[in-house]
């Protein structure tokens, strides 16, 4: 039987022109997931491009791109679903909990107030980037352990602009501009 002869029969020619029941359902779903799938590639390709293309960027922005992504997952799997009427229940529940686990990680990590406010750059070891910045962790490491002659100083901790921005007041102002700056 030729294609033509395919479209000749009534009950192939009412499936093809049905706007209602199951087929076109599945249809609808495998479009909504074929579309769905274009999305997320899409937004995996510019997270990527934000951490490898080397222009600056803000965490509000890759927090926005990721948010987008798992939202778009999370339809993918329900569109997934109702291709396969309901097969693949339990990855909806696992996209949620990726989701969480995601969302946790870019909790802002609580800011220690309390430690030391200054250190001399003899004090300060080749691992403290967290605590003396990464100009002055390289400056003491010049000197405190490849022996080059670096200049006697100090540094002003995190723990001291933490401190600071928290007794000021400033840091939730500047935290929500920093965070709806799109760069």
């Not at 030391?116 to 070891?125: C, G, I, R, S, Y």
Request: glycine share 10%.
């Amino acid at each position: 039987m030729g294609f033509f002869d395919l479209l000749k029969r009534k009950d192939v020619c009412t499936l093809l022109t049905q706007v209602d029941g199951p087929m076109v359902e599945k249809y609808r779903h495998f479009r909504d997931f074929l579309c769905l799938n274009r999305d997320a590639l899409n937004l995996m390709a510019e997270i990527e491009e934000t951490f490898y293309g080397g222009s600056p960027f803000s965490m509000g922005t890759v927090r926005g791109r990721v948010q987008q992504l798992l939202e778009t997952t999370c339809k993918l799997a329900d569109t997934l679903n109702g291709v396969s009427k309901g097969k693949y229940r339990e990855l909806t529940a696992a996209c949620e909990g990726i989701g969480r686990e995601i969302r946790a990680s870019f909790a802002a990590m609580p800011s220690t107030t309390s430690g030391d406010l200054v250190m001399p750059l003899e004090a300060v070891a080749p691992d403290a980037l967290s605590v003396a910045g990464g100009k002055a962790t390289n400056l003491a490491t010049m000197g405190n352990v490849l022996g080059l002659r670096v200049p006697k100083g100090f540094v002003v901790t995190a723990c001291a602009l933490n401190r600071f921005l928290h007794e000021s007041g400033l840091s939730a102002p500047i935290a929500s501009i920093l965070e709806r700056i799109d760069v």
